[in-house]
């Protein structure tokens, strides 16, 4: 056996191993907080250093001595908290003095936690981790509202490495116990095909209408990105199949990139998974995540309703057509198989009977496992098993280190009271005006995204901006739901619209003109929030005949705005009938009789422009027939 050979199954077996040692604690029962996440960290540190290398020159080259030295620091910084267990949660924060070992293996922890997550992620979120080190340290000699008391880099280490209000805080406590089971039964549906069937049932659904392999990428880039958690690897996973599709259907290239980077950003906020971050917010906030799926459903519905109308309204105004026949799935054949839906049914059935996630995704995935049994195409062996057990943990790699490298993050701001400062900041700058506290919120939720994971984003919008909305007066809900959407819209939003850019790739499309179509594409979001936030039936809020009238309103709201932005309804929309079709979604969407009213009259003056048009371009159309007879 060669030397590369030994190590990839080294890797291959610690892999597996953190797999099943989640199942375990989810089956019977998690280990005390600080060792339950120590030893996810450890888990994740050490395969992370062993499979990422330092640069891209080294890519596929396996882990050299360095990458297998940080490997052994790492299990190092972990362990002393297991064998030291009774010391570390007995001793008292910043009153018993940190041993000389404690020190130098905080120190160690952070660097190593930095460069992993620089190594997976970018360099964007170590910068703010390191910058807000440096602010615990410097912020003493800062001026103004940023200016605190100041800490030691012992007090520092103490905060970050040795308590649950640092590295081991909220963020890495929800990878440790749900994000990442998650992750495994995501694995196990790739696997197992149900990924696959997906695709052939979005196809069956949509393949045969105007514009078929773009309307498939919709539902199917939904359907599998609400259980990925990331908008990146969905594009990835997707549009292999569907970008080619739709090029060959007669779409643009950059249109086609475009579609499948909204449908694949939308999967995190779509229930009933709802990726990584909706579990992070049902920590902070207290409320159940079922109850944050409901809440959540409407404003997910509206996303992908704009995105699909957009998607059909293009194919009308080009002529498209749906895929051959003889490429399309028959419904019958595939609705056979709609037993492969059962795995998502669980989660939701078990959560609905008062299940913990972890529970839920735990029983999900042995559904998973008996339920593809039935089929031989579908069917898991030992090693397919194995193989969805090293994914899981692979996969959870990118994701658990940027919760601990978020962990810093929101370990200063507690330290330092950053938050409550920021907070003070936005009320001061936005008054009583809760508008411009809102784009104010948008916009650094935007910023942070375009650099990092949705999830360690939300978490410092939630620390940050989040508790300014909810002095402010905004329901606790709607206010995590706003720095959630723009955390996750930051994919498709230039000019690092990470999603866009890897649909542009796939569809070998000029990527400004992708994040740009994208933007279009995606235009729900950068609205629904906003609504949301003063309209709490959009979330399903309050007496039943508001919440129905508010979604069927809404519905023909995103309607309007699809066609606005497409330029097409029943026909070609002029310039002055596009802008009464956007100004009728906005008061359609905002949920009130008088603005449904105005709404449906701006409306209806628009389809009369339309249906003007229409019968004079009949005419002029059997004028020339009849002039050329």
């Not at 910084?77 to 130098?104: D, F, G, M």
């Not at 508008?435 to 990092?452: C, E, N, Q, R």
Request: hydrophobic share 55%; charged share 10%; proline share 5%.
């Amino acid at each position: 056996m060669t030397q590369g050979n030994l190590v990839a199954i080294t890797i291959k077996c610690i892999a597996i191993a953190m797999s099943l040692f989640h199942l375990y604690t989810a089956a019977f029962g998690t280990r005390p907080a600080l060792i339950q996440r120590s030893i996810h960290l450890g888990f994740v540190l050490v395969l992370g250093f062993l499979l990422y290398p330092a640069s891209k020159v080294r890519k596929g080259k396996g882990p050299n001595v360095v990458d297998a030295l940080f490997a052994a620091l790492s299990l190092c910084t972990v362990a002393y908290i297991w064998l030291n267990y009774e010391h570390v949660i007995t001793r008292i924060v910043w009153v018993s003095p940190l041993k000389a070992q404690e020190y130098v293996l905080g120190i160690l922890f952070l660097i190593l936690i930095v460069e992993l997550t620089r190594r997976t992620s970018g360099p964007a979120l170590p910068i703010i981790a390191v910058a807000s080190v440096l602010y615990g340290l410097l912020g003493n000699h800062l001026p103004g509202i940023l200016r605190h008391s100041g800490f030691s880099l012992v007090e520092i280490i103490d905060q970050l490495y040795l308590t649950t209000e640092g590295v081991f805080g909220v963020p890495i406590q929800v990878s440790a116990s749900v994000i990442v089971l998650f992750i495994i039964f995501g694995a196990f549906l790739e696997k197992s095909k149900i990924g696959d069937y997906f695709m052939r049932f979005a196809s069956a659904l949509t393949g045969r209408s105007a514009g078929g392999p773009a309307k498939m990428a919709v539902v199917s880039s939904g359907l599998v990105g609400t259980i990925s958690g990331s908008a990146v690897a969905n594009v990835v996973i997707t549009g292999q199949i569907s970008i080619p599709l739709m090029k060959k259907s007669g779409y643009r290239d950059y249109f086609a990139g475009a579609v499948e980077a909204v449908a694949s950003t939308g999967g995190q906020i779509m229930p009933p998974v709802m990726g990584a971050a909706a579990f992070v917010m049902s920590e902070y906030t207290g409320i159940p995540y079922l109850t944050i799926c409901k809440y959540a459903i409407l404003p997910a519905i509206l996303y992908y309703a704009a995105c699909y109308l957009m998607v059909h309204f293009e194919a009308l105004k080009l002529g498209l057509k749906g895929l051959p026949d003889n490429e399309v799935p028959k419904i019958s054949s595939v609705l056979r198989e709609a037993y492969l839906f059962i795995p998502i049914g669980v989660i939701v059935f078990l959560m609905i009977l008062g299940f913990t996630p972890m529970y839920a995704c735990l029983y999900s995935i042995l559904s998973v496992v008996l339920i593809t049994a039935f089929n031989r195409h579908t069917r898991l062996d030992l090693r397919a098993i194995l193989s969805a057990l090293e994914k899981g943990a692979v996969d959870t790699i990118s994701v658990a280190i940027t919760c601990a490298c978020a962990g810093i993050v929101i370990g200063i701001v507690m330290l330092t009271g950053l938050g409550l400062r920021l907070s003070s900041l936005i009320l001061g700058i936005a008054g009583s005006n809760v508008i411009l506290a809102l784009i104010l919120t948008a916009t650094v939720a935007l910023v942070l995204g375009m650099g990092l994971p949705t999830t360690p984003a939300y978490v410092i919008c939630a620390a940050l901006l989040v508790p300014a909305l909810i002095k402010m007066g905004i329901n606790v809900v709607a206010a995590h739901l706003f720095a959630l959407y723009f955390a996750v819209i930051s994919c498709i939003t230039p000019p690092v619209a990470l999603a866009s850019y890897a649909g542009a790739s796939l569809a070998n499309a000029n990527a400004s003109k992708t994040g740009f179509t994208a933007v279009k594409l995606g235009i729900a979001a950068y609205i629904v929030p906003f609504m949301f936030v003063f309209s709490p039936p959009l979330l399903l809020m309050g007496p039943a005949y508001k919440v129905i009238q508010a979604s069927i309103t809404a519905l023909i709201g995103v309607t309007c705005l699809a066609a606005a932005g497409e330029g097409w309804m029943i026909t070609k929309v002029t310039p002055l009938g596009r802008l009464l079709l956007f100004a009728a979604s906005l008061t359609l969407i905002d949920p009130g009789s008088l603005t449904d009213v105005l709404g449906f009259i701006l409306l209806g003056i628009s389809l009369a422009l339309q249906l003007y048009r229409r019968r004079e371009d009949a005419k002029r159309t059997f004028a020339g027939e009849a002039s050329q007879s």
